[in-house]
């Protein structure tokens, strides 16, 4: 089974603050990395497919990049509104799996 | 419009079956995997396994195989996740999710919470 470990678990940080999350998987997976976000309360949200294909109708400020094993998350310019929790997931091999998760709270 | 509809909370006792359901609308319901997510309280998402429902072919994560029986009835556009003895460890928000043209999962149910207490 892949492990996917993200960093950090937890982060607090100002409007207007480029934010990154990583994603380091324990054996290549190509691009078959995605990324979503869950805010509270609310179901799992797909913000990034394949490592770095944007979704139609998510802001141009999340964007993705990496492949093979690392991997990485980046909201340009926060708003209050991204304050959520994000995961990664493969699809390179079953059991697919996610990260644990990282937390993004806004001071 | 594309969605997922899952029935709603359930609150059962520690050896008690369960069975809940996800609609699929406003798509070929045969033509894409659906897959089952838990997020036990305060947790993160955990992945437990994927039913195609053109021909009901299961996979399913080793940590969930044995625990819980995933079916799809394509008559009526609908997958489930089941339980026959639950505990209450599977206190959880069970998401079932579209697995997309690229393995991603781009569209989420609602959520059905469950509750096992005694």
């Known amino acids: 089974e892949i492990v996917l470990t993200q960093s950090p678990d937890f982060q607090s940080v100002t409007p207007k603050e480029k934010v990154t999350i990583t994603c380091r998987a324990s054996q290549s997976i190509g691009s078959s990395l995605h990324w979503y976000q869950q805010k509270p309360d609310q179901s799992p949200k797909l913000l990034i497919k394949?490592?770095?294909q944007s979704i139609s109708g998510v802001p141009s400020r999340f964007s993705g990049s990496g492949s093979g094993t690392d991997f990485t998350l980046t909201i340009n310019s926060l708003e209050a509104e991204d304050a959520a929790a994000y995961y990664c997931?493969?699809?390179?091999?079953?059991?697919?799996?996610f990260g644990q998760g990282t937390k993004l709270e806004i001071k | 419009e594309v969605q997922l509809v899952q029935s709603g909370a359930e609150v059962k006792k520690p050896g008690e079956s369960l069975k809940i359901s996800c609609k699929g609308s406003g798509y070929s319901f045969t033509s894409y995997w659906i897959g089952w997510v838990r997020q036990m309280p305060g947790k993160g998402l955990e992945w437990m396994g994927i039913i195609y429902p053109g021909d009901s072919d299961t996979r399913y994560s080793p940590s969930f195989q044995g625990q819980v029986t995933i079916s799809a009835d394509k008559s009526i556009s609908t997958a489930y996740l089941q339980w026959s003895s639950l505990k209450a460890s599977d206190t959880a928000m069970y998401y079932c999710?579209?697995?997309?043209?690229?393995?991603?999962?781009?569209?989420w149910g609602q959520g059905t919470m469950v509750t096992v207490s005694s």
């Open positions: 997931h493969q699809s390179s091999s079953l059991p697919y799996t």
């Open positions: 394949y490592a770095s």
């Open positions: 999710a579209r697995l997309g043209v690229v393995d991603a999962f781009d569209i």
